[in-house]
């Protein structure tokens, strides 16, 4: 067995320089993608993680005028956006891990009123912490293989957004098929409850996609 206090002292620093390599990513610009190629995918910003339920955080709230600003900007330059939103029955099995949440036919199943004000994205209800899994999704994909930039911004960092982007990346790569998959720090976030440290979990989340292959950044500008 590892000895304690050998591993925290040998996690805190390497929490320190993961948390420095994250600090010097760079911001990338609009103007370096290809729109017509490129993809906004919002995760779970809906009312059941943002403003009622048993999961609502004030930090995912935190993130609605970024991504609004992402989104608003997207629609300028005709860039499509995908939204995945939390939809579950009584039956799900998923609240053997999470307190019930986000049930159909619910509010908290509902996008959050400024990013649904602004619409303009195919909304993919989805009954697992994996959006990739949602047979909506798959067809999605087969219809837009020209897509090769995917923008992904919403929550939670170290589960649903982690999941997706790291799926999404490895069944690109299982075809040899190379794809930005493009997570801005600005536009995710994670909770805080009990052991699970909002601040950790998303720095760890954030550095575990990116030795997946997945593309962190500051933001997109």
């Not at 002292?9 to 993961?18: F, H, K, P, R, Y």
């Not at 919002?42 to 992402?70: H, Q, T, Y």
């Not at 999404?168 to 930005?180: A, C, D, I, P, S």
Request: charge should be negative; proline fraction near 3%.
């Amino acid at each position: 067995m590892i000895n304690k206090n050998e591993f925290i002292e040998s996690s805190v620093e390497t929490l320190g320089e993961i948390f420095d390599i994250l600090a010097k990513l760079p911001a990338i610009q609009f103007k370096d993608l290809q729109g017509k190629q490129t993809a906004l995918v919002i995760v779970d910003m809906i009312n059941g993680f943002v403003r009622e339920g048993a999961l609502k955080s004030p930090r995912v709230e935190g993130l609605i005028p970024e991504i609004e600003k992402l989104s608003k900007t997207c629609d300028e330059l005709h860039i499509t956006k995908l939204a995945f939103a939390d939809c579950h029955t009584i039956a799900s099995p998923e609240f053997d891990a999470y307190p019930a949440h986000c049930m159909i036919g619910t509010s908290e199943g509902e996008m959050v009123d400024e990013l649904r004000e602004l619409g303009g994205y195919t909304l993919i209800p989805k009954n697992s912490t994996n959006g990739f899994q949602e047979a909506v999704f798959q067809q999605w994909l087969k219809e837009n293989e020209h897509i090769n930039t995917f923008v992904i911004t919403g929550d939670c960092t170290d589960i649903c957004v982690q999941q997706f982007a790291v799926t999404l990346k490895t069944w690109f790569n299982m075809q040899n098929k190379k794809v930005r998959i493009i997570v801005p720090i600005n536009t995710v976030d994670t909770y805080d409850l009990d052991l699970h440290n909002g601040d950790l979990m998303n720095v760890m989340a954030l550095y575990n996609m990116m030795i997946n292959g997945i593309e962190v950044v500051q933001g997109v500008e």
